[in-house]
């Protein structure tokens, strides 16, 4: 199908202008298809993941194999999508370290070497490709996730504490979270 600018207005959800391979931690949301929901259940306030979901737990934990500028924070597989606090660093050595808050939010930096390898869209498509693969090999399943992704930029400590406690306490919230589907 060709491009007609008349009907494809796909507009883009990200800081427009900001250098998205930057140091930094970022907080993710990835969404099944529709919301489906894939990985498991929720019983008693506890995420129980089925088959489907250790797949996405397992590919998520190898990410850091395929990026090694990227450590993994809290992180929670649920029944239809997948929260992750992912940390970038340069310095490889660092990795780990408390790296939070953007360091610069000035239009992009077109001197990097390395171009978009290292983004947090390159990282999050990766992770997205991987599993899907795992699903059309194994399983009668073509689509497993909604186009796109969500993220915010970690900007201090109080932010990336309060969003490892939301993490963490997603599944015991699970009946009143935007994505609860039965």
């Keep these: 199908m060709k491009y007609n600018p008349d009907t494809n207005h796909r507009r883009s959800i990200r800081l427009k202008g900001y250098d998205y391979s930057q140091e930094g931690a970022y907080f993710v949301t990835i969404c099944t298809h529709n919301r489906e929901c894939m990985f498991g259940k929720i019983l008693d306030g506890e995420m129980r993941i089925n088959e489907w979901g250790t797949i996405?737990?397992?590919?998520?934990?190898?990410?850091?194999e395929h990026y090694p500028n990227v450590s993994l924070d809290e992180f929670v597989i649920m029944p239809n999508h997948?929260?992750?606090?992912?940390?970038?660093?340069?310095?490889?050595?660092?990795?780990?370290?408390?790296i939070v808050g953007a360091k610069d939010f000035s239009p992009l930096h077109n001197n990097r070497p390395f171009g978009t390898s290292r983004t947090i869209g390159s990282i999050v498509r990766g992770f997205k490709i991987g599993v899907t693969k795992w699903?059309?090999?194994?399983?009668?399943?073509?689509?497993?996730?909604?186009?796109?992704?969500?993220?915010?930029?970690?900007?201090?400590?109080?932010?990336?504490?309060?969003?490892?406690?939301?993490?963490?306490n997603n599944p015991m919230n699970?009946?009143?979270?935007?994505n609860y589907r039965i």
């Excluded at 009668?140 to 201090?156: G, S």
């Excluded at 699970?174 to 935007?178: P, Q, V």
């Design 56 to 64: 996405v737990e397992h590919c998520w934990l190898e990410i850091p």
């Design 82 to 98: 997948v929260h992750g606090v992912i940390i970038l660093n340069e310095n490889i050595s660092m990795i780990g370290a408390n």
């Design 135 to 168: 699903f059309r090999k194994n399983t009668c399943i073509y689509t497993v996730w909604q186009r796109n992704y969500y993220e915010h930029i970690i900007r201090n400590e109080i932010e990336l504490n309060k969003i490892r406690e939301y993490i963490l």
């Design 174 to 178: 699970w009946e009143t979270d935007e």
